[in-house]
């Protein structure tokens, strides 16, 4: 195989590959109705559509499917031969709520009120002008 033969092949599979995002597209947007903003998601239907998206050399796509929650991940290599397809299935997980590292005004006050009373429950002795006691060896 030329140089010429490798290039058009390159060629017709990106030409294939855009036909089938504006195909995706046009399906998206009959099922919703209206036009939609377009955020390079890759849809496909079902796992035939994964296997149908043709894709050029050295390339990755993550593939989501329009009907169920799975995506597939899809590579060829350095000639152009698709490796194996692989699908992944996901759940929705509840977003956590942010954790602050910091303390409100409110927090730092009860705090200096808390630290004062502790500080007052210390007893103190002091002492003007009195030496500190040695301790004694025996």
Do not use: C, H, W
């Not at 169920?68 to 194996?84: M, R, V, W």
């Not at 005004?105 to 200096?112: G, P, Q, T």
């Amino acid at each position: 195989m030329n140089s010429f033969q490798t290039t058009a092949q390159d060629q017709l599979a990106n030409l294939s590959q855009q036909y089938q995002q504006l195909a995706n597209l046009a399906n998206q947007q009959q099922k919703l109705g209206a036009a939609e903003p377009d955020y390079q998601l890759l849809t496909v239907d079902g796992v035939e559509g994964a296997r149908a998206f043709r894709m050029g050399r050295n390339s990755k796509a993550a593939l989501f499917d329009l009907n169920d929650p799975i995506f597939f991940f899809k590579a060829t290599d350095a000639n152009g031969n698709e490796l194996p397809l692989k699908m992944f299935e996901f759940r929705e997980k509840d977003i956590p709520k942010s954790e602050s590292d910091f303390v409100t005004v409110k927090d730092l006050e009860a705090f200096k009120d808390d630290l004062r009373r502790m500080l007052a429950e210390i007893p103190v002795s002091v002492s003007v002008g009195a030496e500190p006691e040695k301790e004694v060896s025996t």
